[in-house]
Antibody, heavy 125, light 113 residues
Framework: QLQLQESGPGLVKPSETLSLTCSVSGGSVSNNNDFWGWIRQSPGKGLEWIGS???????YYNPSLKSRLTLSLDTSKNQFSLKLTFVTAADTAVYYC?????????????????WGQGTLVTVSS | DIVMTQSPDSLAVSLGERATINCKAS????????????LAWYQQRPGQPPKLLIY???TRDSGVPGRFSGSGSGTDFSLTISSLEAEDVAIYYCQQYYNNPQTFGQGTKLEIK
């Protein structure tokens, strides 16, 4: 059974960089058929798609976050990561890592069939 | 972005009764090339991450009970639970994956009456 687990600091200061890692077990991030993504959930904005990355490193970023966002893949560790720069209180949320089953290769979208448990990140000084 | 609007925001249904949640997209999520609706439904129980229930608007994911069904096309969709069970208490979200960014509805909270 595929399992995903987020890790990273729970508290980040405003204007600093939020860094999270998702460790994958029971499967491989090198699987040609899958993408790997991040979704966040906050009381004010609900569920928000952040972005996704394929096993070849092809990425899609939500345009609202694109200028601050970097996704990466580490096949040797079977992990993928998120970096979000210049964070503000609006970035406070529970961050989920997900496996994405591609359904529309034209725009790199899909369904999220496996989710990590989520990690709460609070942006505060 | 495609805006997904769910109704109602909350719903209370008696055990064994039918529950229906609606989702409306600001533009069609039906592809003319394959005649498929790029619409999924997720269930989020308290303290848990969302769980995929349905994709292509009406295809149940593996292991999802038969009492869950999805319907609709174009811009208007529904999720129906035919006979409510206690474990179905959750927030339900629709999601479109027709275009980027993928977007979710605001959620519908389902409770027991």
């Amino acid at each position: 059974q595929l399992q995903l687990q987020e890790s990273g600091p729970g508290l980040v200061k405003p204007s600093e960089t939020l860094s999270l890692t998702c460790s994958v077990s029971g499967g491989s991030v090198s699987n040609n058929n899958d993408f790997w993504g991040w979704i966040r959930q906050s009381p004010g904005k609900g569920l928000e798609w952040i972005g996704s990355i394929s096993n070849s490193g092809q990425t899609y970023y939500n345009p609202s976050l694109k200028s601050r966002l970097t996704l990466s893949l580490d096949t040797s560790k079977n992990q993928f990561s998120l970096k979000l720069t210049f964070v503000t209180a609006a970035d406070t949320a529970v961050y989920y890592c997900v496996r994405v089953v591609p359904m529309n290769y034209d725009v790199l979208t899909g369904i999220d069939d496996f989710w990590g448990q989520g990690t709460l990140v609070t942006v505060s000084s | 972005d495609i805006v997904m609007t769910q109704s109602p925001d909350s719903l209370a249904v008696s055990l064994g009764e039918r529950a229906t949640i609606n989702c409306k997209a600001s533009q069609s999520v039906l592809s003319s090339s394959n005649n498929k609706n790029y619409l999924a439904w997720y269930q989020q129980r308290p303290g848990q991450p969302p769980k995929l229930l349905i994709y292509w608007a009406s295809t149940r994911d593996s292991g999802v009970p038969g009492r869950f069904s999805g319907s609709g096309s174009g811009t208007d969709f529904s999720l129906t639970i035919s006979s409510l069970e206690a474990e179905d208490v959750a927030i339900y979200y629709c999601q479109q994956y027709y275009n980027n960014p993928q977007t979710f509805g605001q959620g519908t909270k389902l409770e027991i009456k």
